[in-house]
């Protein structure tokens, strides 16, 4: 499959279920725009899915699927607008190139559909009791 998202970030595939990542291949600032949400379509409650309302749901179709969890991220799914050609990846802190993107999934997920143990060894974890 080619690169979605070419000169910006590349999937890091590792063995393994769920072990692969997205990389930045520049360096972003806080605040910046990294990429638009583009490809995407209206998808049934799934691992792939982000919500983006009560029961709405839409398919990433890019190398975005690759956005793993932090409890820190670096990066944002803003679906704010109300229009979709707006929605855009947004980092939430700066990013070197070669840094791994990372979104809290919670964010964007009201009931997950495949519920995990967090396992990013951030000192601030949404998942203590």
């Known amino acids: 499959m080619d690169p979605s998202h070419p ?6 595939k590792q063995p393994g279920d769920y072990n692969s990542s997205l990389v930045a291949l520049k360096s972003f600032k806080a605040g910046d725009t990294i990429c638009l949400m583009r490809g995407l379509t209206s ?10 309302g009560p029961n709405e749901h839409f398919e990433l179709n890019s190398d975005l699927l690759y956005v793993n969890h ?5 990066v944002a799914f803003d679906i704010s607008s109300s229009f979709r050609q707006d929605w855009h990846v947004r980092a939430l802190k700066d990013i070197n190139a ?3 993107l990372t979104f809290f999934y919670p964010s964007t997920e009201w009931d997950m559909a495949q ?7 951030s000192k601030v974890s949404a998942f203590e009791d």
Request: glycine letters at 10%; aromatic letters at 10%.
């Open 98 to 100: 070669g840094n791994a």
């Open 43 to 52: 998808g049934q409650k799934k691992y792939s899915t982000v919500q983006c």
């Open 115 to 121: 519920p995990f143990d967090c396992s990013c060894n």
């Open 70 to 74: 932090s409890c820190e991220p670096n």
């Open 7 to 12: 000169g910006l970030f590349k999937v890091n």
